[in-house]
């Protein structure tokens, strides 16, 4: 079954550690996409790539990074940067950036710093 | 800039009971617009969509129709069940802006009592 996956599902780090989130897809996407969720609030998007090598920021990217070095694969650096890390975090993908309006969403990794 | 405003929740509705929840957009353009839901401590999943005006999207026995008159996207259902129970989110993509991505209102959180 194609699908996009990230692992873990929940994630401890403390406070002034990096920690990198993985995300995975099989549907043969140009486009990914990262997001936060925190709570009552809707997605906030961070970074997005349209195709290998080439990676945009979104509207909130301060402390986070990425890096797209194969189609399939999209992970997510959140720095020590990062303030306010504590969330849930989103990755999606979508056939390109045409077709934007239709992503598909991993399940999620929950990261908690403390 | 383009925005999505959806009603607050939490909305508590017993089985069987009809649904509508609110969504109003601004957007420069013409937007695409989209309902996601997410189930508990799972990523979001398209709902419905509608690409034009007076398009009236369906899923699942969930239906919403594109009102550019009154820049609305309600999402209706007629007798809700205990598994609709999510966070249900509006969302618009604008096609015409510079870099194509989805803006997500807040959600809506939805609880159905048996």
């Known amino acids: 079954d194609g699908g996009i996956t990230q692992s873990p599902k929940y994630l401890f780090r403390k406070e002034g550690q990096n920690v990198t989130l993985s995300c995975e897809q099989n549907l043969n996407h140009d486009a990914m996409y990262w997001y936060r969720q925190d709570p009552g609030q809707g997605l906030r998007l961070i970074y997005y790539?349209?195709?290998?090598?080439?990676?945009q920021k979104g509207d909130i990217a301060e402390g986070y990074s990425v890096s797209r070095e194969k189609k399939e694969s999209f992970p997510l650096t959140v720095t020590s940067a990062q303030k306010n890390p504590t969330a849930f975090y989103l990755c999606?993908?979508?056939?390109?950036?045409?077709?934007?309006?239709?992503?598909?969403f991993g399940p999620g990794t929950r990261l908690t710093v403390t | 800039g383009d925005s999505v405003t959806q009603m607050e929740g939490p909305v508590t509705l017993s089985e069987e009971a009809c649904l509508t929840i609110n969504c109003t957009y601004t957007a420069t353009g013409y937007p695409s617009l989209f309902w996601y839901v997410q189930y508990p401590g799972e990523g979001l999943q398209l709902l419905l969509k509608a690409t034009k005006a007076d398009d009236k999207g369906s899923n699942k026995g969930f239906e919403a129709t594109y009102r550019k008159e009154t820049t609305s996207f309600h999402l209706e259902k007629g007798s809700v069940q205990v598994s609709d129970s999510a966070v249900y989110f509006c969302?618009?993509?604008?096609?015409?802006?510079?870099?194509?991505?989805?803006?997500f209102g807040s959600g809506t959180r939805l609880s159905i009592r048996p």
């Open positions: 969302a618009l993509s604008d096609l015409g802006s510079s870099a194509s991505k989805i803006i």
């Open positions: 999606a993908s979508s056939i390109d950036l045409d077709y934007s309006y239709e992503q598909y």
């Open positions: 790539s349209q195709i290998v090598n080439d990676f």
